[in-house]
Nanobody, 113 residues
Framework: QVQLVESGGGLVQAGGSLRLSCAAS??????MGWYRQNSGRQRELVAD???????RYADSAKGRFTISRDFAKNTVFLQMNSLKPEDTAVYYC?????????WGQGTQVTVSS
């Protein structure tokens, strides 16, 4: 069983930065990324990166967030700058593994105005 362990969430003022980390317990030879969800809303893609290094960003994340991976350590990062109150959500790590979606436990990000 593959586990995804997230860290790095917290409370930050608007304009601040946070860095999320997610470590997988096994090699992920596929995409890894980050989604977020607010209560009452669907989970949405923030950013992901394929094993080949191709990246996708939500329009809301472009220019402010940067995704990266340490393939040797099976870890994916999300550097979030210029945070806004509307970025407040639970952020979930995601990995595509053997045809399935794996999810982390979620980490809360709260941006105060």
């Amino acid at each position: 069983q593959v586990q995804l362990v997230e860290s790095g969430g917290g409370l930050v003022q608007a304009g601040g930065s946070l860095r999320l980390s997610c470590a997988a317990s096994r090699n992920i030879f596929n995409a890894m990324g980050w989604y977020r969800q607010n209560s009452g809303r669907q989970r949405e893609l923030v950013a992901d990166m394929s094993f080949g290094g191709s990246v996708r960003y939500a329009d809301s994340a472009k220019g402010r967030f940067t995704i990266s991976r340490d393939f040797a350590k099976n870890t994916v990062f999300l550097q979030m700058n210029s945070l806004k109150p509307e970025d407040t959500a639970v952020y979930y790590c995601n990995a595509k593994y053997q045809g399935s979606d794996l999810w982390g436990q979620g980490t809360q990000v709260t941006v105060s105005s």
